[in-house]
T-cell receptor, first 115, second 110 residues
Framework: ETGVTQSPTHLIKTRGQQVTLRCSSQSGHNTVSWYQQALGQGPQFIFQYYREEENGRGNFPPRFSGLQFPNYSSELNVNALELDDSALYLC??????????????FGQGTRLTVV | GQQVMQIPQYQHVQEGEDFTTYCNSSTTLSNIQWYKQRPGGHPVFLIQLVKSGEVKKQKRLTFQFGEAKKNSSLHITATQTTDVGTYFCAGRTGGFKTIFGAGTRLFVKA
């Protein structure tokens, strides 16, 4: 196991609702990245948090937001859910993003279904 | 924007046959990582390549990074049923952002 835990594992929400997903990073890792993986696709980068600050963002609308806490755990919040938001949401923790060698450890993911 | 293309999308092999997946980036990469995802699972880190022309081996797996640092390949020799899954390459351009390919799904028939 990677030591990265995500909760919940599965979630069903209605279109228009809001959702919060949680991630606990591996011990010693101060960087958390969030990805969205649609069925049959590769993970798509949402954003990254480093020392409680958003360090970079992919092509996702502002209704996708996040937080990182002093213990480096993180949350992903999605407002005004749309059907296309149905996907596996993956959290990956790694060492400082300034290093070249940054192996990422993924959690098991949260399967979000929007109906 | 930056893209990472991966081919083939699917590959069916007989156990014992070799398998190769290829990854191409539209821009020069600072490094490339390879991950394996089993059905219903999450991506698991396999390896990272950083240097131009780098070749690394892990038992039956051979990873290469192109001279121009824009392409990479993963070759599996003598596949086994335990190799089943989707193999992703993920490229990084020097910033924070890691771009994943769409993956190659490997099926191995015993």
């Amino acid at each position: 196991e990677t030591g990265v835990t995500q909760s919940p594992t599965h979630l069903i929400k209605t279109r228009g609702q809001q959702v919060t997903l949680r991630c606990s990073s591996q011990s010693g890792h101060n960087t958390v990245s969030w990805y969205q993986q649609a069925l049959g696709q590769g993970p798509q980068f949402i954003f990254q948090y480093y020392r409680e600050e958003e360090n970079g963002r992919g092509n996702f609308p502002p209704r996708f937001s996040g937080l990182q806490f002093p213990n480096y755990s993180s949350e992903l919040n999605v407002n005004a859910l749309e059907l296309d938001d149905s996907a596996l949401y993956l959290c990956a923790s790694s060492l400082t993003p300034t290093k070249v060698n940054t192996e990422a450890f993924f959690g098991q993911g949260t399967r979000l279904t929007v109906v | 924007g930056q893209q990472v293309m991966q081919i083939p999308q699917y590959q069916h092999v007989q156990e014992g046959e070799d398998f190769t997946t290829y990854c191409n980036s539209s821009t020069t990469l600072s490094n490339i990582q390879w991950y394996k995802q089993r059905p219903g699972g999450h991506p698991v880190f396999l390896i990272q390549l950083v240097k131009s022309g780098e070749v690394k081996k892990q038992k039956r797996l051979t990873f290469q990074f192109g001279e121009a640092k824009k392409n990479s390949s993963l070759h599996i020799t003598a596949t086994q049923t335990t190799d089943v899954g989707t193999y992703f390459c993920a490229g990084r351009t020097g910033g924070f952002k890691t771009i994943f390919g769409a993956g190659t799904r490997l099926f191995v028939k015993a």
